[in-house]
């Protein structure tokens, strides 16, 4: 039986996030829902595999 040389698999990966990060805020005090910050976090991720 020949050995098999294994490819190498290529992942791509690409992260984007909408909003603000911020959920605390001085001494860790929950901020979410006060005026200022967002109403919304979004985070989203797409893998790409190459041959």
Do not use: A, C, P, W
């Not at 001085?26 to 910050?37: A, D, F, L, P, Y």
């Amino acid at each position: 039986m020949k050995d098999k040389k294994k490819m190498l698999k290529v992942y791509h990966r690409f992260l984007d996030e909408s909003g603000d990060t911020t959920f605390y805020g001085k001494k860790k005090r929950v901020i979410v829902g006060e005026n200022g910050v967002s109403k919304s976090f979004i985070l989203g991720m797409v893998k790409l595999k190459q041959n």
